[in-house]
């Protein structure tokens, strides 16, 4: 993930350089998350057929070759976009092939509480990001941040073949019989479904916010008149997105399978009275405009955890990689709709120099929770089956209708 917030932590500075709009920028954001989207149906599915170790080693090359591609040929939107699309690419072949490499490793307790402690490090490495990006590209430069981000998938893949080395996936019990990109049986598990469709909004809003939180950081910056603002804005940047990992392990061991619907729906409440305290805070002080995001981002990752143990526990054993296919691609529809909405918000509105125009950018990442809580309440009858599972019921599952 060391390369997911390089062109967040640089937007600005590109922007100047390539005389581009807040909608332009939400499309190289977005580009991201599009080539997430095309690529991870196919390759988190076919870990239900081979060893998702495989996938995710490709991966890490993939995204390699995207940094280090867009430190040398990226010159403006057409590029940026392609290359982030590319950089999208390699980490869909490695977040839910990654997750896969556990759960098809740990045992069936293990694998469950260790979901949580994964998806969080997705917030670490992006936390990381925002400094290292920031840093590097205040000393060195934008494009040396980009060549620096390249070496992560590097470093990932060394780490992942000495952490697996001599180790072997579990074999389902029971094989799946269908093909790889027939997602019918997911479609038709109602209670999965709940989680896959709440993700896609959790996604929506979790990564506008981060796309465009270093944007609005370095205009609060400006605003008071502040000094250092680069590297400020790229230390407070990864803290606020480094308080979303106990937020979401905390919220994913608050909300057990008997509470997890209701406690989803706390959190997407909180996300949506906390988006626009912010920029409310704003026009009062930036300390109190820090407080307000730090609060704000707390509420968006307490259910991130949540939503993944649960598609994880609602999923049947054979169609456990189409499930997590399902679940990263609705998902990263939301991721790329969301930065877009938001630049388009901020656009109409006045651009991202316009103090006005933040509290419609803010109010379009919160339409994320709304979809969210909206999805989880649709299903009510989801927690009543988790409970009976977990709870140790020797009951098979239930069949599709």
């Known amino acids: 993930m060391l390369g997911s917030a390089t062109f967040a ?42 060893d998702p170790r495989k996938i995710y ?51 069936e307790r293990t694998r469950i509480r260790a979901v949580p402690y994964y998806t969080t490090t997705f917030a670490v490495g992006t936390s990381l990001s925002y400094m290292l990006s920031g840093w590097v590209a205040a000393r060195y430069g934008w494009r040396s941040s980009f060549l620096v981000a390249g070496a992560g998938p590097l470093i990932a893949a060394m780490l992942t073949a ?45 990564f506008a916010f981060r796309a465009w939180l270093p944007t609005f950081l370095l205009f609060a910056w400006h605003h008071y008149g502040r000094a250092n603002a680069s590297l400020s804005v790229a230390r407070w940047s990864m803290l606020i997105v480094l308080i979303g990992v106990p937020a979401s392990i905390v919220g994913a061991e608050s909300a057990e399978s ?73 998902g990263f529809l939301g991721a790329s709709v969301g930065p877009l909405i938001a630049g388009f918000a901020l656009d109409v509105s006045g651009g991202f120099r316009d103090a006005n125009a933040w509290y ?13 809580a909206t999805a989880i309440s649709l299903y009510p009858d989801c927690a009543q089956c988790l409970r009976d599972r977990d709870s140790g019921s020797n009951a098979p599952p239930p069949q599709p209708e």
């Open 9 to 50: 932590s640089t937007l600005a500075e590109l922007a100047r350089l390539w005389h581009l709009d807040s909608a332009r920028a939400g499309w190289i954001s977005s580009a991201y998350f599009i080539g997430y989207t095309i690529a991870v149906p196919l390759l988190v599915a076919l870990t239900d057929r081979f």
């Open 57 to 107: 080693l490709t991966g890490c090359l993939v995204g390699a070759c995207a940094g280090m591609g867009f430190w040398r040929f990226a010159n403006g939107l057409w590029s940026a976009s392609l290359l982030q699309a590319l950089a999208g690419i390699g980490v869909g072949a490695t977040y839910m092939p990654g997750l896969r490499i556990l759960t098809t490793r740990l045992g």
């Open 162 to 206: 000495l952490a697996t080395w001599n180790t072997v996936p579990r074999e389902p019990e029971v094989r799946a019989k269908r093909h790889p990109l027939d997602f019918r049986p997911v479609l038709r598990n109602r209670e999965a479904m709940a989680y896959v469709l709440a993700y896609g909004g959790h996604c929506w809003e979790m």
């Open 258 to 330: 008997g509470t997890r619907n209701r406690n989803i729906r706390y959190f997407e409440f909180a996300s949506i009275a906390l988006c626009l305290l912010g920029v409310g805070c704003l026009g009062f002080s930036l300390w109190l405009t820090l407080a307000a995001l730090f609060a704000y981002n707390v509420a968006i990752a307490a259910d991130s955890g949540a939503l993944t143990a649960g598609a994880v526990a609602s999923s049947r054993p054979e169609e456990q990689g189409a499930t997590l296919a399902v679940y990263a691609l609705i």
């Open 360 to 372: 419609f950018g803010f109010a379009a990442m919160g339409i994320g929770s709304v979809l969210a």
